[in-house]
């Protein structure tokens, strides 16, 4: 306990919620206590990440136990694998179900920087993830199997909305928000009623979800506060509530 508690000092780690898992010691850890493949603890090596950051060490624990998330870092550290790791450790194979994984990320960009993230590190994994570029590629795309679907909200909403629609997410397992403090904003063409969609397309009960952001944003703690399930709140440095 009280090696748990300095822990969570010296990285700034501060959380709220019932029943928080630990926070990682280390990298090894993902394969003592979750049982996380040599493969993919390879590919955080090869990355040259040695010890996992303050979000890295509380967040993924939770993701881990499959648990609804909100978490907030500031940026630069580390939080696009914070949510790669454990949804490559609970997606463990390709499967022919459609799109089990969705990020949404404010722009196509970042899309496509966390796209890399995820093949870099889930090398060895058979997992395939795509960004779709544009909707005449995407009907393909669907169909193709891929495991993992990396997108901007606005166009995966025009796709929803055609009928029949481009593309099903109704297999997905893990719904990641990046940058939701930036999605929330005002002026990004009504994202809360974008996510509102998505979020009602992810239709699988087996669905969890995560938010994440660089600042404190009360539009977001308060949807999530809503809209998912016994969540965990995460934040790193200082909460300006
Ligand atoms: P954020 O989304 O929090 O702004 P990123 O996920 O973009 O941060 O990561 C910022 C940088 O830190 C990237 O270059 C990434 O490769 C690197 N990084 C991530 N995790 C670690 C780690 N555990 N050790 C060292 N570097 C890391
Ligand atoms: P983002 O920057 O979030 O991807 P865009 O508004 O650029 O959003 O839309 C991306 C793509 O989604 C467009 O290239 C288009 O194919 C499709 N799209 C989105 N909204 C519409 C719309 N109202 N009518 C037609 N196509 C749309
Ligand atoms: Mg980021």
Redesign the pocket.
Known sequence: EEEIRHLRNKHHIHTSGSDIPNPLRDFDELKIIYGVKDVVLHNIEEQGYKEPTGIQRQAIPVMMQGRDLMACAPTGCGKTAAFIIPILHHLKAPQSDGFRALILAPT?ELAKQTLREFRKLSKGLGLRSCYIE??STALKKSKENFDILVT????LV?MLQQSPPILSINNVEWLVVDESDKLFEAGKRGFRDQLGAIYKACSSPKIHRAMFSATFAQDVEEWCKLNLDNVVQVYIGAKNT
């Open positions: 196509r544009k909707e901007t909200p606005n166009r025009y």
